[in-house]
Every structure is written in C-alpha cells, then in structure tokens.
C-alpha cells in the first residue's frame, strides 16, 4: 500500500494537507477538535471526501469553537443531519457534541487539551486507544491512531525520506520528546 508521502504531493486536496497540515504539532483546541470531528467523520469514507468537505465542516460546527458546539441542542442536530455539505450521519454528529463536551472539562481540568494530551504522553498507541474510548465517543483505534499521528503525538504521518519529515522534525512534535 503506498504511503501518504507518495500520493498526496502535487494532488489539489491531499497535497496542502499533507504539505501544511498533516503531522504538524498542533497546541490549538479548536484545531484539535476540528482533527477529532474529520477523522471520526472520515470512518467509511475516503480522506478526500472529508478534505473536499472540510470548509463546509468548518461552517457547519461553528468554526470548531468547542463552548458552542457543546452547547447544540436538537436545532443544531436537526441543522447538521439536513446539511448535504457534510457527513450526515446521527452517530457522527452527536459524538462530535458530545465530544465538544468532553473537551470541555479536560480544557476546565487542563488548561487545554494540548495539556491533557501531553499528561497522558507518551503512551503507546493500544493504551492512547483505551483513554480515548474512555473518555470520547467514536474513537476506535484508526480514528484515535489517525488523530494522533496527524496533530504529532505518535510518529508514521510522514516517510523519513519526505521534506515534510524534516520541517515537522526541526518543530520537534511530541513523539520525538
């Protein structure tokens, strides 16, 4: 299977993504969240439904601002399950309220949720995949796997042979403390 290093340079979605985002330490809550929601919303789906999305994703939770999506009532589930610009799957959009929830107390407990991870760091994948079923909903191993590896807390976003690796390695992410 070819790694994401050799199909996504050049392509107009996946390239930006793996050029600018992918793998990148990130310290943001809002774009912790936003990595939480595409990810759990890709499960059976392609990355590039979800990158092609991804603008109507923003819009459509608020610009990921994590107090307001928490706050969504049956209006705003009611609004995202008729909203054709993103997954419209009732499992996905009520983990992803539920899961703003969440972040709401590990923000309230942490300070942030870059601090509640970098608490938990380094763990191996099987046990980050434990605390992440514990504490979010819809967070299997490839979702929890896939978070982490795309906001720098496990190694394997990028081959070592790819510039990107080398820009990521000078930021120095958390797998490599």
């Known amino acids: 299977m070819p790694h994401y290093c050799d199909i996504a340079p050049g392509d107009p979605w996946h390239g930006p993504y793996h050029d600018?985002?992918?793998?990148?330490?990130?310290?943001?809550?809002?774009?912790?969240?936003?990595?939480?929601?595409?990810?759990i919303n890709q499960a059976g789906l392609s990355w590039l439904t979800i990158l092609k999305k991804r603008e109507q994703f923003y819009t459509a939770y608020d610009k990921f601002d994590i107090d307001t999506v928490a706050a969504y009532g049956a209006r705003d589930t009611k609004r995202l399950l008729s909203d054709a610009g993103i997954i419209r799957n009732r499992l996905k959009v009520t983990a992803a309220i539920h899961n703003a929830q969440c972040l709401q107390e590990i923000r309230a407990s942490h300070?942030?949720?870059?601090?509640?991870?970098?608490?938990?760091?380094?763990?191996?994948?099987?046990?980050?995949?434990?605390?992440?079923?514990?504490?979010?909903?819809?967070?299997?191993?490839?979702?929890?796997g896939e978070f982490l590896m795309s906001t720098g807390y496990l190694p394997g976003a990028h081959r070592e042979d790819c510039p990107v690796f080398k820009e990521i390695s000078a930021l120095k992410p958390p797998w490599q403390r």
């Open 20 to 39: 600018t985002d992918y793998g990148f330490p990130v310290r943001d809550d809002s774009v912790l969240f936003e990595r939480l929601v595409l990810e």
């Open 111 to 144: 300070g942030s949720i870059a601090d509640w991870l970098d608490s938990h760091h380094p763990l191996p994948k099987d046990e980050w995949v434990k605390l992440f079923k514990k504490t979010f909903r819809f967070t299997g191993g490839e979702i929890t």
